[in-house]
């Protein structure tokens, strides 16, 4: 079957089976290594991008799925050479270390302060709850994220020790 859909702005056209995972066409067949694979079962997040506007796991949607969708991949998510403000916040801050999960986070997390840029620091760990790391205990992300949130909405005080009592524990908060 012959799959056209949007990726990162651009169209792209493959023949796959309607059954292949998206995750396998994107780094398989369209060379865009940057979304991971984790699990393969949905629990981790790390296959994360857009579809429409819409958070989900890559690694659940077959191909046939994204026939006439947009998709954003972290590679699209910078503008060019310009990271976008979450994906700078997070190496400014330390949010980032193995990197597995970063490219799924930097979505997911760039989706939330468009979406809540108003959100609390519980809230954010509740929208980035779908998204494991096992590198940085969150705190660092919830920072990162937080602290763009705050530079949209003119708040202060997102960033710091402010609220970091369980941070350790990805569902304090939550």
């Given at each position: 079957?012959?799959?056209?859909?949007?990726?990162?702005?651009?169209?792209?056209?493959?023949?796959?089976?309607?059954?292949?995972?998206?995750?396998?066409?994107?780094?398989?067949?369209?060379?865009?290594?940057?979304?991971?694979?984790?699990?393969?079962?949905?629990?981790?997040?790390?296959?994360?991008?857009?579809?429409?506007?819409?958070?989900?796991?890559?690694?659940?949607?077959?191909?046939?799925?994204?026939?006439?969708?947009?998709?954003?991949?972290?590679?699209?998510?910078?503008?060019?050479?310009?990271?976008?403000?979450?994906?700078?916040?997070?190496?400014?801050?330390?949010?980032?270390?193995?990197?597995?999960?970063?490219?799924?986070?930097a979505?997911?997390?760039?989706?939330?302060?468009?979406?809540?840029?108003?959100?609390?620091?519980?809230?954010?760990?509740?929208?980035?709850?779908?998204?494991?790391?096992?590198?940085?205990?969150?705190?660092?992300?919830?920072?990162?994220?937080?602290?763009v949130?705050?530079?949209r909405?003119?708040?202060?005080?997102?960033?710091?020790?402010?609220?970091?009592?369980?941070?350790?524990?990805?569902?304090?908060?939550?």
């Amino acid at each position: 079957m012959i799959v056209r859909f949007q990726v990162n702005g651009r169209p792209a056209e493959v023949e796959v089976s309607p059954w292949k995972r998206l995750l396998d066409v994107l780094r398989q067949d369209l060379g865009l290594t940057g979304t991971k694979e984790g699990c393969g079962e949905g629990e981790c997040g790390a296959c994360t991008v857009m579809i429409d506007g819409e958070v989900v796991n890559s690694c659940l949607v077959a191909a046939g799925q994204v026939a006439g969708s947009s998709v954003q991949t972290i590679e699209g998510l910078a503008g060019g050479d310009v990271l976008h403000e979450v994906q700078a916040a997070l190496l400014r801050l330390g949010g980032t270390q193995c990197g597995i999960c970063t490219p799924g986070i930097a979505l997911c997390a760039a989706h939330v302060v468009d979406a809540e840029p108003d959100a609390s620091r519980a809230r954010i760990r509740e929208l980035l709850a779908g998204n494991l790391c096992r590198c940085t205990g969150y705190q660092l992300i919830v920072d990162a994220v937080a602290e763009v949130a705050a530079g949209r909405t003119g708040a202060t005080g997102a960033t710091g020790l402010a609220g970091t009592a369980g941070a350790g524990d990805p569902e304090a908060g939550a």
